[in-house]
């Protein structure tokens, strides 16, 4: 039983759209979401993480919106650039810190 | 330069044969893991370890054992009972397993079968 639901599972953009990435999660119990960028052939690099006491949070053109009722949260990339071209994995930590990921979203950013 | 390192990048394993692919990290975590990933999926957890000579079976522990005995090395092993090995091998670590911290990943080694 997949823990957090991540869509859509790829997004084409032109340069200077805002690519809208969504996670879902059941468990009550997560309380801390981060999302990771990955390029290929490399790990995970930490973008941006929210805690469910705040709706959101922003990070140079990195937002991430929070619905601790409806269980989702987003991340929005404002201004995307062709840089922006990874895959995004959003992720909620559960007990003894571990990570439950995404299936992640591959982002195609075209100049 | 504090990081995570992952040695080998590409490894090869033969059929029948255990493979070791190593992990350090010079942060002073406490917390370290394993995670395996698949082309069109999420990173799944193998093994992770709280403390120093402590280690706990993740979701797909199954063909996979770990050692933890120094602060800044996990080790992880792939057994020959692990048939379908081929992957992307991600390690992390974290301050501490008991607070909601950032997990910090390194640069992972691929697994390929001959």
């Known amino acids: 039983q997949q823990q957090v639901k991540q869509s859509p599972q790829s997004l084409i953009v032109q340069k200077g759209g805002i690519p809208i990435i969504n996670c879902a999660y059941e468990n009550t119990a997560f309380d801390y979401f981060p999302w990771y960028q990955q390029f290929p052939g490399k790990g995970p690099a930490l973008l941006i993480a929210i805690r469910p006491d705040v709706s959101e949070k922003k990070e140079g053109r990195f937002t991430i919106s929070f619905n601790k009722s409806a269980k989702q949260f987003s991340l929005h990339i404002m201004d995307s650039q062709p840089g922006d071209s990874a895959t995004y994995f959003c992720?909620?930590?559960?007990?003894?810190?571990?990570?439950?990921f995404g299936s992640g979203t591959k982002l195609n950013v075209k100049p | 330069d504090g990081g995570i390192t992952q040695s080998p990048k590409y490894l090869f394993r033969k059929e029948g044969q255990n493979v070791t692919l190593s992990c350090e990290q010079n942060?002073?975590?406490?917390?370290m893991y394993w995670y395996r990933q698949d082309p069109g999926q999420g990173l799944r957890l193998i093994y992770y370890s709280q403390i120093v000579n402590d280690f706990q079976k993740g979701d797909i522990a199954e063909g996979y054992s770990v050692s933890r005995e120094k602060k800044e090395s996990f080790p992880l092993t792939v057994t020959s009972a692990q048939k379908n090995p081929t992957a992307f091998y991600l390690c992390?670590?974290?301050?501490?397993?008991?607070?909601?911290?950032?997990?910090?990943f390194g640069p992972g080694t691929r697994l390929l079968v001959l």
């Open positions: 992720a909620a930590e559960g007990n003894f810190n571990k990570f439950y």
């Open positions: 992390a670590s974290s301050i501490d397993a008991m607070r909601r911290e950032t997990q910090y």
């Open positions: 942060l002073n975590h406490d917390a």
